[in-house]
């Protein structure tokens, strides 16, 4: 049995912390400074988990190993499963002509690509993160993008940014329903409070986002549609927090936004040529005069519509519980660790959901597709293979990523810094979303943030006097803006975007977003805990 100690380090937890941030700040010194290849710097990163993890916290070797193995089975399934089938239905589309169909159409919603940003990282992006999460948005909307001309570096960026706002109730609401039950707080106030804050990103996020695209001309000429799909955006997401369901939240905020811009008359008025030339590499500006067959139109949105009905399809109770049926969960071999409140840690068992899972459903939507699209069988295992031989390196960084997380989170490095920010006392309300940032960038999900830290974030606020259910919230809230950071989300966006390599770029240009917006959910979440606590419920 190992004990996690939250401060090995001549019983210092702030000397301890220090030493605990070291793997993932050799991640992103290595990507971001030293424009290391981003599986070489994983796997060094894992290094140096692993060497902190057995020399300071004293975890036994055979253990810290083991949790290393764990974590790289957690990158390989569900993670890197989601990605590949993804791309392989894009691969398939490619490979018929009718992604060429799509995008056409596309362009004749508006043929302005800072509305067509709008429309897929934002709107479509928020509609996969609401169905699949898990990285299924960044990956499907960079590949769109791409497709219809944007460059590889600025559809990465674009995918990134664009998840955010609708993180923390993605995957059918799985992060706030993970942290009512860390916590112990009602779901109900906890969906509320979480549907008081990130609404306010859905107001910023859409500007960013044309600016991205576009700079100061984009905003000034496209103000009037990203503010119009944000409002409509957030204001749903508030509602269905607070008075229907965190399930549904980011389901209806994704629709109402881009019914909202589709409706705007301004988002058809037709982009001119030296803004589509300065912003598309020309792959999207062939004519739009095509006549296109309406078969094909259906055949060419059939892919997307299929992964959207599959997805809902999965939620509806009775089929949840038959897929979930098919699911191994088993005690991981090696591992026997204990928290330091004395209680075995979840980390210690293994789950292994072959059918619910969000890859699985994307394999289903792409056989479906294959029969469809009338390709034959084995051109489409052709495509499954080459898709995965191209992202081999990809697979092998977000393998890397997970073993070194579940590293720092079995062995308790993690922990020690969640207890670090904790101790702030009155500074607590301003620093409790940078907790939750924190645990995204090193794990990746809001989820796995939510279960780190929510409990604390409680025990912090008892301690100095300020509202649990608030910071509680905050966790979740702040944890959305550490995404577009986090190596693994870097290494999937790097991989459908086509960017081999290219982690530590995206991570310069990601990076001052990222920390921008925390920075204004900080103040939100000082403003609520003083002058704007009549926004709490």
Request: charged share 15%.
């Given at each position: 049995m190992f004990v996690q100690e939250l401060a090995p380090l001549a019983g210092s937890l702030a000397l301890s912390a220090l030493v605990a941030v070291l793997p993932l700040a050799t991640v992103l010194v290595l990507l971001g400074g030293l424009r290391m290849r981003a599986h070489h710097a994983a796997l060094l990163g894992l290094l140096v988990a692993l060497v902190v993890a057995i020399a300071v916290y004293r975890m036994p070797v055979v253990q810290a190993v083991s949790s290393g193995l764990q974590g790289a089975a957690f990158g390989l399934f569900p993670i890197m499963w989601i990605v590949v089938n993804a791309l392989w239905i894009y691969r398939i589309t490619v490979r018929t002509g009718h992604f060429d169909v799509l995008r056409r159409s596309f362009g004749r919603v508006s043929d302005d690509p800072r509305i067509q940003a709008l429309l897929i990282a934002f709107c479509f992006g928020a509609l996969m993160e609401a169905l699949a999460g898990f990285g299924a948005p960044v990956a499907i909307s960079s590949v769109m993008l791409v497709a219809l001309g944007f460059t590889p570096v600025r559809a990465a960026v674009l995918a990134l940014v664009a998840n955010t706002a609708p993180v923390a109730f993605g995957a059918m609401g799985t992060p706030v329903v993970t942290l009512a039950q860390v916590t112990g707080?009602?779901?109900?106030?906890?969906?509320?409070?979480?549907?008081?804050?990130?609404?306010?990103?859905?107001?910023?996020?859409?500007?960013?986002?044309?600016?991205?695209?576009?700079?100061?001309?984009?905003?000034?000429?496209?103000?009037?549609?990203?503010?119009?799909?944000?409002?409509?955006?957030?204001?749903?997401?508030?509602?269905?927090?607070?008075?229907?369901?965190?399930?549904?939240?980011?389901?209806?905020?994704?629709?109402?936004?881009?019914?909202?811009?589709?409706?705007?008359?301004?988002?058809?008025?037709?982009?001119?040529?030296?803004?589509?030339?300065?912003?598309?590499?020309?792959?999207?500006?062939?004519?739009?005069?095509?006549?296109?067959?309406?078969?094909?139109?259906?055949?060419?949105?059939?892919?997307?519509?299929?992964?959207?009905?599959?997805?809902?399809?999965?939620?509806?109770?009775?089929?949840?519980?038959?897929?979930?049926?098919?699911?191994?969960?088993?005690?991981?071999?090696?591992?026997?660790?204990?928290?330091?409140?004395?209680?075995?840690?979840?980390?210690?068992?293994?789950?292994?959901?072959?059918?619910?899972?969000?890859?699985?459903?994307?394999?289903?939507?792409?056989?479906?597709?294959?029969?469809?699209?009338?390709?034959?069988?084995?051109d489409a295992v052709r495509e499954w293979g080459a898709t995965v031989h191209e992202l081999r390196f990809a697979i092998l960084t977000v393998m890397g990523v997970l073993a070194l997380a579940y590293v720092m989170n079995l062995s308790g490095q993690t922990t020690t810094i969640g207890h670090l920010i904790a101790g702030a006392g009155a500074a607590l309300a301003f620093l409790s979303p940078v907790l939750g940032w924190f645990g995204v960038a090193v794990s990746g999900s809001d989820t796995s943030a939510n279960a780190l830290f929510g409990a604390l974030q409680v025990t912090a606020a008892h301690q100095a006097g300020l509202s649990p259910e608030l910071l509680a919230a905050a966790n979740s809230s702040g944890g959305v803006l550490g995404k577009m950071i986090s190596p693994q989300n870097l290494s999937i966006a790097c991989a459908a975007a086509m960017l081999p390599g290219e982690e530590g770029t995206l991570l310069r240009k990601v990076l001052p977003w990222s920390l921008g917006l925390l920075a204004v959910m900080c103040l939100i979440v000082v403003g609520q805990s003083t002058v704007l606590s009549g926004m709490l419920p």
């Open positions: 707080i009602p779901l109900d106030t906890v969906s509320s409070i979480v549907g008081r804050q990130t609404p306010l990103l859905a107001l910023f996020v859409p500007l960013l986002l044309v600016i991205i695209v576009d700079g100061r001309r984009g905003l000034r000429e496209t103000w009037l549609p990203a503010l119009v799909c944000g409002i409509a955006f957030g204001a749903v997401q508030f509602a269905a927090s607070n008075y229907v369901s965190a399930q549904l939240a980011d389901i209806g905020a994704a629709l109402a936004g881009a019914a909202a811009l589709v409706a705007l008359p301004a988002t058809r008025k037709p982009a001119r040529e030296e803004v589509r030339a300065a912003v598309l590499t020309g792959v999207a500006t062939e004519t739009l005069d095509r006549p296109e067959d309406r078969g094909e139109i259906v055949r060419a949105y059939l892919p997307y519509a299929l992964i959207i009905v599959i997805f809902s399809l999965g939620q509806v109770p009775p089929v949840k519980r038959l897929l979930d049926s098919v699911t191994w969960k088993f005690h991981w071999p090696g591992l026997n660790v204990v928290g330091s409140n004395g209680k075995p840690v979840s980390g210690n068992t293994f789950s292994l959901p072959f059918l619910n899972t969000g890859g699985t459903l994307v394999l289903i939507a792409g056989i479906l597709t294959v029969v469809a699209l009338r390709v034959a069988a084995r």
